[in-house]
C-alpha cells in the first residue's frame, strides 16, 4: 500500500528575514529524496518544522489524507536524524538496540555492530554514534524518515553500508536527505530538489547543479 507525506505553504522568517517561502514536498512511499543547498539555506529549519520541533509561521500538512495539526513526530508517522548526536550517553550499544528494536534488528550481523555491541555510546567516535543512529531510525516503524547530514563523520566504508541500508528501505518508507557528499547523494536519490532564497524547486539540470553548487 502506497502512503504519502506532503507539506504546503511552509512559511518561515526568522527577524522578518524570509528563511522558507511558500514550500511544497511531497514524499511517497519508495522516494528517495536529496534536498540540496548551502549553508544556511534553510534546510535544517525545513526538516525541524516537518518534524515538528520548530514551528512555523505557516504549514499545511497532511499524512496518508490525515491532517496534522499538532507535532508530528506525536503521530509515530516520522523520525529525524538532526546534526547533533541524540542517542543517551550511558546506554550499551546492546541495550538501546533491545530498547528500541526488541530482538528484530535486522543489522546483529553488520561489522560495525558486532564490535561495538557491548560499548557505552560514550566510548564511540562520532562516525560510530552517526552509523548506529540512523541504523535505528531505518529499523523503526515510522513511514517517514528525516535524515540531516547523514554521512557525517562516516569512514567511506561506513558511507557505502548507510547508502545500501537506506536504499534497502526505501521498499517501505519515504526518505528526506540531505548531504554535503553530493556523490553519495546523488547515487543513491531518485528524486532531487534545490532550496535556495527561501524556494524549493526540483532539480532537472543535473550537470548546471554540479557546475555552480559542487565545483
Given amino acids: 500500500?502506497?502512503?504519502y507525506l506532503e507539506a504546503d505553504s511552509i512559511l518561515k522568517s526568522f527577524n522578518e528575514r524570509i528563511i522558507l517561502s511558500d514550500i511544497y514536498l511531497k514524499c511517497m512511499s519508495g522516494d528517495i529524496i536529496a534536498i540540496?543547498?548551502?549553508n544556511?539555506?534553510?534546510k535544517s529549519t525545513l526538516f525541524n518544522i516537518l518534524y515538528g520541533t520548530m514551528k512555523a509561521d505557516r504549514l499545511f500538512?497532511?499524512?496518508n489524507d490525515k491532517v496534522i495539526t499538532g507535532k508530528a513526530y506525536k503521530t509515530g508517522q516520522i523520525v529525524y536524524l538532526p546534526q547533533m548526536n541524540f542517542l543517551p550517553k550511558e546506554l550499551i550499544v546492546e541495550d538501546l538496540i533491545r530498547l528500541v528494536c526488541g530482538n528484530s534488528?535486522?543489522?546483529l550481523m553488520d561489522e560495525t555492530i558486532q564490535k561495538k555491541y557491548k560499548s557505552r555510546?560514550?566510548?564511540l567516535s562520532n562516525g560510530e554514534l552517526r552509523y548506529i543512529e540512523i541504523l535505528l531510525l531505518l529499523e523503526s516503524k515510522s513511514p517517514f524518515v528525516i535524515l540531516d547530514e547523514p554521512f557525517i563523520g562516516l569512514s567511506p566504508i561506513m558511507v557505502e553500508q548507510v547508502s545500501a541500508y537506506i536504499k534497502l528501505n526505501r521498499l517501505n518508507k519515504?526518505?528526506?536527505f540531505s548531504d554535503h557528499n553530493y556523490q553519495a547523494a546523488e547515487k543513491i536519490a531518485n528524486r532531487y530538489m534545490?532550496?535556495?532564497e527561501g524556494y524549493l524547486r526540483p532539480i532537472t539540470d543535473m550537470e548546471k547543479l554540479r557546475g555552480i553548487y559542487f565545483r
Wanted: avoid cysteine.
Fill in 36 to 38: 540540496w543547498g548551502r
Fill in 121 to 123: 555510546i560514550r566510548d
Fill in 194 to 196: 534545490l532550496l535556495n
Fill in 40 to 42: 544556511g539555506s534553510g
Fill in 105 to 107: 534488528f535486522h543489522w
Fill in 61 to 63: 500538512l497532511r499524512i
Fill in 1 to 3: 500500500m502506497d502512503f
Fill in 174 to 176: 519515504g526518505i528526506i
